[in-house]
């Protein structure tokens, strides 16, 4: 039963920002699918670096599991392996570029991967996974009219100008809070603030209001 039903869920390739951003639907206390603007999914194909390890210390076979942390430089998220498991990835390190297909879980507010397959790969392939999604969110993007640009610069600059007790905001934070636009716009609108002076850049990916 549970071949099959991974092979009706499509291991969709993201980024692990994309991830961080979609919305965990859960239904009568169990977690269904993560909900990323008109997707539902179940099964991910991610590409990321091991920046941590930690493995239990346990003898018994069975209450054995590692806990792994990959970051593809949108964001991290974890890989959680368990039991009979263990064995086939005890040997991932820390440093290794991994490609990772496996199921979502949700637990404790957390969203984390059950990994399939998880193999070692050249680090080019984050770069390229990188182009390939930016490529698939272009492809999918709507015509958007003019009124509704100015509305989204509008907002990011709102955003901005809301952060500045903080000393401003990252880019990738507005990218992340405004997930339903396509991030080519969001980038479009803010390099135009740039070059209005409205905002400026104290440092690189960080932009503060001028004021």
Same mark, same amino acid.
């Given at each position: 039963?549970?071949?099959?039903?991974?092979?009706?869920?499509?291991?969709?390739?993201?980024?692990?920002?994309?991830?961080?951003?979609?919305?965990?639907?859960?239904?009568?206390?169990?977690?269904?699918?993560?909900?990323?603007?008109?997707?539902?999914?179940?099964?991910?194909?991610?590409?990321?670096?091991?920046?941590?390890?930690?493995?239990?210390?346990?003898?018994?076979?069975?209450?054995?599991?590692?806990?792994?942390?990959?970051?593809?430089?949108?964001?991290?998220?974890?890989?959680?392996?368990?039991?009979?498991?263990?064995?086939?990835?005890?040997?991932?390190?820390?440093?290794?570029?991994?490609?990772?297909?496996?199921?979502?879980?949700?637990?404790?507010?957390?969203?984390?991967?059950? !990994?399939?397959?998880?193999?070692?790969?050249?680090?080019?392939?984050?770069?390229?996974?990188?182009?390939?999604?930016?490529?698939?969110?272009?492809?999918?993007?709507?015509?958007?009219?003019?009124?509704?640009?100015?509305?989204?610069?509008?907002?990011?600059?709102?955003?901005?100008?809301?952060?500045?007790?903080?000393?401003?905001?990252?880019?990738?934070?507005?990218?992340?809070?405004?997930?339903?636009? !396509?991030?080519?716009?969001?980038?479009?609108?803010?390099?135009?603030?740039?070059?209005?002076?409205?905002?400026?850049?104290?440092?690189?990916?960080?932009?503060?209001?001028?004021?």
């Amino acid at each position: 039963m549970v071949e099959e039903r991974f092979k009706r869920n499509v291991a969709y390739k993201l980024r692990i920002g994309d991830l961080l951003i979609g919305k965990p639907i859960i239904n009568e206390g169990r977690f269904s699918f993560l909900e990323l603007g008109d997707k539902k999914i179940v099964r991910v194909n991610i590409i990321g670096n091991v920046v941590d390890k930690y493995e239990s210390e346990g003898r018994n076979e069975g209450k054995k599991y590692v806990f792994l942390t990959i970051d593809d430089g949108s964001g991290q998220t974890k890989l959680k392996v368990f039991g009979d498991d263990y064995e086939k990835f005890k040997n991932i390190i820390q440093g290794q570029t991994v490609a990772v297909i496996g199921v979502l879980r949700h637990w404790n507010d957390e969203t984390y991967i059950s !990994p399939e397959i998880i193999r070692e790969e050249n680090p080019k392939y984050l770069l390229l996974r990188k182009l390939e999604t930016e490529k698939d969110k272009t492809l999918n993007v709507q015509p958007i009219e003019k009124a509704q640009i100015i509305a989204i610069k509008d907002r990011i600059l709102e955003m901005i100008k809301n952060s500045e007790e903080e000393g401003g905001v990252k880019t990738e934070k507005i990218i992340q809070k405004f997930s339903e636009i !396509p991030q080519t716009i969001i980038d479009q609108e803010i390099q135009k603030l740039l070059e209005e002076g409205i905002v400026f850049e104290p440092l690189p990916g960080k932009i503060r209001w001028l004021g």
